[in-house]
């Protein structure tokens, strides 16, 4: 087993639910709160991916919010500026996974990290909301490299913050394309497969398949 120094964890999906947010859409649009989840979550990483590839960088809360736009016109919705503001504003007070305190203190003889697509405000606002800011010694966000993740770029931030070479920090993610990109990178990577998905084909495998965060503390300790 390689050892480990830094665990990096990625944050929207793997430390947060991003579907906490359905209660809120629910409120504001009865009977469509699922779809408005799901929809939303996808074209967020569209844009993500596509701004990348065009080189037209918007910070992670202005993505956030015209995928939100995007999906309540592809549903046929109609809303203002306050119900978008209003659904944002469920971004910075998403709930983390049941386990995930639990884990990071066990993770705590590491040095530990965030490393996401969200803003600095974002990221800082949803930790502290969520009691867990004490665990981590850094959060850090794309917004510096004015792009966003699978670009190596992105994983070498984690490398030069730390101070640790990218073999000895363990990246956790539960999203398949991020697990790809941190493990072509170089970094030892661990996939939170929450759902059972099969696993991506882009040439690479995680070094851990885990069903949550508890369950990596067994593997790797």
């Not at 999906?71 to 919705?77: A, C, E, R």
């Not at 993770?107 to 990221?123: C, D, E, H, R, V």
């Amino acid at each position: 087993m390689r050892v480990i120094e830094a665990v990096v964890f990625d944050a929207y999906g793997t430390l947060f639910d991003v579907h906490s947010v359905v209660d809120a859409c629910e409120d504001s649009f009865p009977g469509y709160g699922e779809q408005i989840s799901q929809i939303w979550r996808q074209k967020q990483l569209e844009y993500t991916w596509l701004r990348a590839l065009m080189r037209q960088y918007a910070n992670f809360e202005e993505v956030n919010r015209d995928a939100l736009k995007y999906t309540l016109h592809q549903l046929k919705l109609k809303f203002d500026n306050s119900i978008v503001e209003r659904l944002l504003n469920a971004y910075l007070r998403l709930e983390h996974y049941s386990e995930v305190p639990q884990a990071l203190k066990a993770f705590q003889p590491y040095k530990l990290a965030i490393l996401s697509n969200g803003t600095t405000n974002m990221l800082e606002t949803v930790v502290r909301n969520t009691g867990l800011r004490t665990y981590f010694n850094d959060i850090l966000s794309v917004d510096e490299l004015q792009t966003y993740k699978p670009d190596p770029r992105v994983y070498e931030l984690a490398v030069s913050t730390l101070g640790v070479v990218k073999k000895q920090i363990l990246f956790v993610s539960s999203n398949g394309w991020d697990v790809a990109g941190g493990k072509a990178f170089g970094f030892t990577v661990a996939w939170v497969n929450r759902q059972g998905k099969p696993h991506e084909e882009l040439g690479v495998r995680p070094d851990y398949v885990v069903r949550n965060l508890l369950e990596l503390v067994d593997t790797v300790s």
